[in-house]
């Protein structure tokens, strides 16, 4: 296998003319040229005014999509940029926020939406895979040359987001939320068999601290650029002082065989040492805190208990980091949102210590693995858990989760708080469009979703995607289900592991 690269540059501001050169120069010093069909993948999780933090920056991608135009020697078949952000929200209303279709119109390049794609069934082989096969959208399965340009930063659930973790919005909704849960770092590692990038850029200008959603802002100035995913992540980790065999999704990534973690196993190059890097980054927070402590000092008492399959102690990938997302929101929405919330108390997973809630607070369990027996309000409660095995879940039956449908029942469910003391919101996971809502209740606060300045701009995208999305149902392809097109066919990239791996298991309903 070649010497993975990773290069350091700095760059001290969104100039796109800068990073035009600086990517350019990436893609010279690798040998790189885009061919075929050329598909970048930025972070567009979320956008506009509320989120000016979490994205890949357009001018990034701009930069970005210059340098590869410039790189050009024989006519591409298509310059695509392609996303799913956010779960429920329309990837349609993520590009506007994010500036991405002047930017598109400027360049001439494709926009994909994910969500709005037919899917491709990619065979898994490898062992301890999660499923036997993954969805992933058309144009990434068709791409011959692969760009991932993440944004730089922390993350509630994996602790960081860089390149390996991008790939969760290589699904649309229906297969992102499946073993989106505590196996979350094990589906990341497993998503990197769908496709390797041939080369990665990410935003590192202006990072994101502690967060994904509204992270802090981190004035890092930093371009890295690679070509090899794992070297890559390690190369973020080591730069803020993170070991990174301590990131799961990474460490199963190089137990694979997908590349190297060892720095004396990667070129580090660029105008930036890795040591001046690290010095710039070293105060850089992760977020990796449990709920309990996140609401600390605050009206809200969070109780998390173990998920089910009984290896983990906290799910790490699901309801409780969405938790820490949807307060976030909200404070980014109205600065007064902890002043307002009322003493409330929010469980998590097979709890079984006390919850002692004085009376008239309410109690919500949330999630389908919710499970606790015991005391509230000196009245004996029994909530079960109603958590279906993973192997139940079947990609091609899941449906879409619609953001309208979820406020009338999340409405629903929050309405009975009126008469009782004690209620729970199923999922699995437990989305954060949802727990917004259930806040939002609890502490009878401004629907984020219908601030004005938002609410034109997010309901004639959502239209504009479901009218598209029913179009395509009603006369398209929503899935190629007879298995991956010629292009997209487990096409290992170089530094795949060898396909070899054994024959596939029986189908687990994946
Ligand atoms: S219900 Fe929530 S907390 Fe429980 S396993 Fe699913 S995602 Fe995790």
Same mark, same amino acid.
């Given at each position: 296998m070649k010497r993975p690269t990773v290069i350091i540059r700095h760059c001290e501001s969104y100039d796109v003319d800068r990073i035009r050169a600086l990517t350019r120069e990436g893609l010279e010093h690798l040998d790189l040229r885009p061919r075929g069909r050329t598909l970048i993948k930025p972070n567009v999780v979320a956008s506009g005014e509320y989120f000016p933090h979490a994205y890949t920056r357009p001018e990034f991608t701009e930069g970005l999509?210059?340098?590869?135009?410039?790189?050009?020697?024989?006519?591409?078949?298509?310059?695509?940029?392609g996303e799913r952000c956010g779960i429920t929200m329309p990837t349609r209303y993520a590009f506007k926020g994010a500036g991405y279709y002047p930017m598109a119109k400027r360049t001439g390049i494709t926009l994909h939406h994910f969500d709005e794609c037919s899917q491709v069934e990619i065979p898994l082989y490898h062992e301890g895979r999660l499923r036997d096969s993954f969805f992933t959208p058309e144009p990434v399965a068709r791409a011959d040359f692969f760009v991932n340009a993440p944004k730089f930063k922390a993350h509630p659930w994996t602790t960081v987001t860089f390149s390996m973790k991008n790939y969760i919005g290589i699904q649309d909704d229906r297969h992102r939320l499946i073993d989106h849960d505590h196996r979350l770092n094990e589906k990341v590692a497993d998503l990197q068999y769908i496709v390797q990038p041939q080369f990665i850029a990410i935003?590192?200008?202006?990072?994101?601290?502690?967060?994904?959603?509204?992270?802090?802002?981190?004035?890092?100035?930093l371009v890295l650029m690679g070509d090899n995913q794992v070297a890559f992540d390690a190369v973020c980790c080591h730069l803020i002082g993170l070991d990174p065999l301590s990131v799961d999704h990474i460490r199963m990534a190089w137990e694979r065989g997908f590349g190297p973690v060892d720095l004396a196993e990667i070129d580090v190059v660029g105008d930036v040492s890795l040591d001046a890097g690290r010095d710039r980054c070293k105060s850089f927070r992760t977020g990796l805190i449990r709920v309990e402590d996140y609401f600390k000092d605050t009206n809200i008492r969070a109780y998390a208990g173990p998920p089910p399959d009984g290896d983990q102690e906290y799910c790490w990938g699901g309801c409780p980091g969405a938790l820490e997302e949807a307060i976030e929101i909200l404070r980014?929405?109205?600065?007064?949102?902890?002043?307002?919330?009322?003493?409330?108390?929010?469980?998590?997973?097979?709890?079984?210590?006390?919850?002692?809630? #004085?009376?008239? +607070?309410? /109690?919500? *369990?949330?999630?389908?693995?919710? %499970?606790?027996?015991?005391?509230?309000?000196? $009245?004996?409660?029994?909530?079960?858990?109603v958590y279906r095995d993973r192997s139940t879940k079947v990609p091609t039956e899941a449906k879409y989760a619609d953001i309208f449908a979820k406020m009338v029942t999340t409405t629903a469910t929050m309405g009975k708080l009126k008469k009782e003391d004690v209620i729970r919101i199923t999922g699995c996971p437990v989305s954060v469009a949802e727990q917004v809502l259930m806040l939002v209740k609890l502490g009878?606060?401004?629907?984020?979703?219908? #601030?004005?300045? +938002?609410? /034109?701009? *997010?309901?004639?995208?959502?239209? %504009?995607?479901?009218?598209?999305?029913?179009? $395509?149902?009603?006369?398209?392809?929503?899935?190629?289900?007879?298995?991956?097109t010629e292009r997209g066919e487990a096409r290992p990239p170089q530094n795949l592991p060898p396909a070899g791996v054994d024959a596939p298991l029986e189908r687990s309903g994946g």
């Open positions: 999509v210059r340098a590869l135009q410039d790189r050009v020697d024989t006519p591409l078949e298509e310059l695509a940029v935003d590192g200008i202006i990072a994101g601290e502690g967060r994904m959603l509204t992270p802090i802002p981190f004035d890092m100035r980014v929405y109205d600065k007064t949102t902890d002043e307002k919330m009322p003493p409330v108390h929010l469980v998590l997973g097979a709890y079984e210590g006390d919850i002692p809630a #004085a009376e008239g +607070e309410k /109690v919500v *369990f949330i999630g389908d693995c919710a %499970s606790f027996q015991g005391q509230i309000h000196d $009245k004996p409660v029994t909530i079960e858990s009878h606060l401004k629907n984020p979703y219908f #601030a004005p300045k +938002e609410a /034109v701009m *997010f309901t004639s995208s959502y239209l %504009s995607w479901r009218t598209r999305k029913m179009v $395509k149902e009603l006369f398209g392809k929503p899935y190629n289900v007879e298995g991956p």
